[in-house]
């Protein structure tokens, strides 16, 4: 760490995070990540090293000619083609770093961090968490005097999480961790009952750990579901009514779609980014509550494990990424979370 670099702390429960106000502003340093942009609109994210050099298809950028430079400069590359140079921001950082699970886009949690209602200081439970796009997210929303307990099923996930939260904030969160394991089986060792705020499921089968989910929560907490497809949407939906611990579900999709503005040429983008997945929420019951009854038109609600079958990823021929190509992203988002946290050998260049 840098002599102008500072640490705050205070007595809350994220007391011994650092605060590295650099990390996010200022001249570019050995281990930020940086966006290139190109004369083509072509953006690459490459992470800052004394002596490495970025090569385009015309030509090369030295890393010496960024380190030092402030953020927002252009640079030329060895043929003289500009380069426009900016720190990623954080929906920039997700889409780029390394993934091992599909990522929770930054509309979608957008929409969970409004839904879910996360706020400063609260106590989250996610899972899983995948590549750890949307801890990020959390981490960002929860502050440091909140907490963040996230599950996993694979150890290969959790790492490459972890590597990413470090990866992008520059330290490893204290407020932070990663259990491997069925949620219903170490949540409730985890927390004590009625101790948490917001639990958000992105997971397969959301609906299996509903009863341990509704345990650990406040009175008025709120459960978000992230599912992918109909039947999922239908099948949480119901399971969360039939507990009888919820209010009545909400669902809905974020769906965005861009503009292209340029002088009097204004229209809807060719491309826009469209379902991504549902989200369904609700919120917890107080003890020993009835909720009333909605009227509602009669539907068929019942459904088999052979219907839900259908619509898993594995039905749909989706294939999984191997072992190998897990470890390989975790050793990734390892690299990029050391380069971030090591502290510079060097003061960097004016």
């Known amino acids: 760490m840098t002599d102008d670099q500072t640490t705050d702390s205070s007595e809350t429960a994220g007391a011994d995070i650092p605060v590295n106000h650099l990390a996010f502003s200022g001249p570019f340093r050995v281990g930020d990540r940086v966006q290139l942009t190109g004369p083509k609109g072509r953006m690459n994210t490459v992470t800052l090293k004394p002596g490495e050099k970025f090569h385009t298809e015309r030509g090369f950028i030295a890393h010496d000619d960024i380190i030092g430079r402030p953020d927002g400069t252009v640079v030329a590359n060895s043929t003289g083609a500009q380069h426009l140079a900016l720190r990623p921001l954080l929906k920039d950082f997700v889409m780029s770093m390394p993934r091992g699970a599909a990522i929770v886009y930054p509309k979608d949690a957008a929409a969970i961090l409004a839904k879910a209602d996360i706020f400063p200081g609260a106590t989250v439970v996610e899972a899983g968490v995948g590549s750890g796009a949307l801890s990020l997210w959390l981490l960002r929303a929860i502050g440091a005097e909140g907490r963040l307990q996230s599950f996993e099923r694979r150890q290969e996930f959790a790492?490459?999480?972890?590597?990413?939260?470090?990866?992008?904030?520059?330290?490893?969160?204290?407020?932070?961790?990663?259990?491997?394991?069925?949620?219903?089986?170490?949540?409730?060792?985890?927390?004590?009952?009625?101790?948490?705020?917001?639990?958000?499921?992105?997971?397969?089968?959301?609906?299996?750990?509903?009863?341990?989910?509704?345990?650990?929560?406040?009175?008025?907490?709120?459960?978000?579901?992230?599912?992918?497809?109909?039947?999922?949407?239908?099948?949480?939906?119901?399971?969360?009514?039939?507990?009888?611990?919820?209010?009545?579900?909400?669902?809905?999709?974020?769906?965005?779609?861009?503009?292209?503005?340029?002088?009097?040429?204004?229209?809807?983008?060719?491309?826009?980014?469209?379902?991504?997945?549902?989200?369904?929420?609700?919120?917890?019951?107080?003890?020993?509550?009835?909720?009333?009854?909605?009227?509602?038109?009669?539907?068929?609600?019942?459904?088999?494990?052979?219907?839900?079958?259908?619509?898993?990823?594995?039905?749909?021929?989706?294939?999984?990424?191997?072992?190998?190509?897990?470890?390989?992203?975790?050793?990734?988002?390892?690299?990029?979370?050391d380069a971030r946290t090591a502290p510079p050998d060097s003061e960097p260049q004016s």
């Open 159 to 337: 790492d490459i999480a972890m590597g990413n939260v470090a990866g992008f904030l520059g330290y490893r969160p204290a407020n932070f961790d990663v259990a491997v394991g069925d949620l219903q089986d170490v949540l409730p060792s985890t927390f004590e009952p009625g101790t948490v705020d917001r639990v958000v499921l992105d997971m397969l089968a959301p609906w299996e750990p509903l009863e341990a989910v509704a345990e650990a929560l406040k009175p008025g907490g709120v459960v978000l579901a992230y599912v992918a497809t109909v039947t999922q949407l239908s099948r949480v939906a119901e399971a969360i009514r039939d507990t009888g611990l919820f209010t009545h579900p909400d669902a809905d999709e974020t769906i965005v779609r861009g503009w292209h503005v340029e002088g009097l040429a204004v229209r809807p983008d060719h491309r826009m980014a469209g379902h991504t997945g549902f989200l369904v929420t609700a919120r917890r019951l107080a003890p020993d509550t009835e909720l009333p009854q909605l009227k509602r038109r009669a539907s068929k609600t019942s459904y088999s494990d052979e219907d839900v079958e259908v619509w898993t990823p594995g039905a749909l021929g989706e294939r999984g990424k191997s072992d190998k190509i897990l470890r390989k992203k975790a050793r990734e988002a390892q690299r990029i979370a």
